[in-house]
């Protein structure tokens, strides 16, 4: 089993960046690709970037390219989500993800852990 471990929401004003972690606990050697998801009320489930731990391969989501930067740190099992520009429409709660396949999904039943989610709230 792997554990997810979500940190680094909140409250902020649009236009302000924000960084999200998750760590990684367990069968760490088993996660090949880490991402987010996000929901928001009212909404599916959206991908929005995910990373595989080997070679570093992104993916990220249209709705927030070249805003969103997802980035790993293999040593501390851990990635990051850094975000910036934020704007009302980015409030949802962020999900972090992990895969044991080599293929970057951006479907949330391709991922086998979730964390809880940690809110992130982007007031006009």
């Known amino acids: 089993q792997v554990q997810l471990v979500e940190s680094g929401g909140g409250l902020v004003q649009a236009g302000d960046s924000l960084r999200l972690s998750c760590t990684a606990s367990?069968?760490?050697?088993?996660?090949?690709?880490m991402g987010w998801f996000r929901k928001a009320p009212g909404k599916e489930r959206e991908f929005v970037a995910a990373i595989r731990c080997s070679d570093g391969t992104r993916r990220i989501a249209d709705s927030v390219k070249g805003r969103f930067t997802i980035s790993r740190d293999n040593a501390k099992n851990t990635v990051n989500l850094q975000m910036n520009d934020l704007n009302p429409e980015d409030t949802a709660v962020y999900y972090c993800?992990?895969?044991?396949?080599?293929?970057?999904?951006?479907?949330?039943?391709?991922?086998?852990?979730w964390g809880q989610g940690t809110q992130v709230t982007v007031s006009s």
């Open positions: 993800a992990a895969d044991e396949d080599t293929y970057i999904s951006a479907n949330y039943p391709g991922y086998d852990y």
């Open positions: 367990g069968r760490t050697f088993s996660t090949t690709v």
